[in-house]
T-cell receptor
């Protein structure tokens, strides 16, 4: 069975603070993919990053960075110097070969960045 | 490049009524997905099409939900009759070529359905 857990339901920070969103996954497969999506109030899910299970290199894209650790089954997402526009719900998702092509999403973390 | 289009954006109906949603994927994307997102939860896949064929509909409540993609381009999702628990956002997504999210899924703005 596959499962994605985002234990933080809501996070509130003040602008310019750094914030980390946690994602823990469960899978029996050796080949799988992890994703992060952002869902602003408009409702559209915006793709942020995709990572496969064989690539544990951390990724940095501007103010965003991702830390993938297979040893702890975690794929955490950090926003540096947060901005009000970062306010959204963030979803972590898992795909594994044995589930066909179905993405399994976590419950999401509501991030509010206050000015 | 235009994104995934969905209509309507909002719909309010009474229980036992019927409703239909429309989706037009990104041009050239062969794979189309319908998700249901209940408030406070992550999206859940209802059905996946590869061109005009169904790849996965294992989580579609087939007694009341139906979907089609007749010409392999746009798609409609129908609920008949609707129940209160169908209140949710219905998201459409598309991806290129072969099935699988290795081909990243791109989402539309969704249709917010409220069943009274």
């Amino acid at each position: 069975a596959q499962k994605v857990t985002q234990a933080q339901t809501e996070i509130s920070v003040v602008e310019k603070e750094d914030v980390t969103l946690d994602c823990v996954y469960e899978t029996r497969d050796t080949t799988y993919y992890l994703f992060w999506y952002k869902q602003p109030p408009s409702g559209e899910l915006v793709f942020l990053i995709r990572r496969n299970s064989f690539d544990e290199q951390n990724e940095i894209s501007g103010r965003y960075s991702w830390n993938f650790q297979k040893s702890t089954s975690s794929f955490n997402f950090t926003i540096t110097a947060s901005q009000v526009v970062d306010s959204a719900v963030y979803f972590c998702a898992l795909y594994q070969e044995t589930s066909g092509s179905r993405l399994t999403f976590g419950e999401g973390t509501q991030l509010t960045v206050n000015p | 490049e235009a994104g995934v289009a969905q209509s309507p954006r909002y719909k309010i109906i009474e229980k036992r009524q019927s409703v239909a949603f429309w989706c037009n994927p990104i041009s050239g994307h062969a794979t189309l997905y319908w998700y249901q997102q209940i408030l406070g939860q992550g999206p859940k896949l209802l059905i996946q099409f590869q061109n005009n064929g169904v790849v996965d509909d294992s989580q579609l409540p087939k007694d009341r939900f139906s979907a089609e993609r007749l010409k392999g381009v746009d798609s409609t999702l129908k609920i008949q009759p609707a129940k209160l628990e169908d209140s949710a956002v219905y998201l459409c997504a598309s991806s290129r070529g072969r099935s699988g999210p290795v081909q990243t899924q791109y989402f539309g703005p969704g249709t917010r359905l409220l069943v009274l």
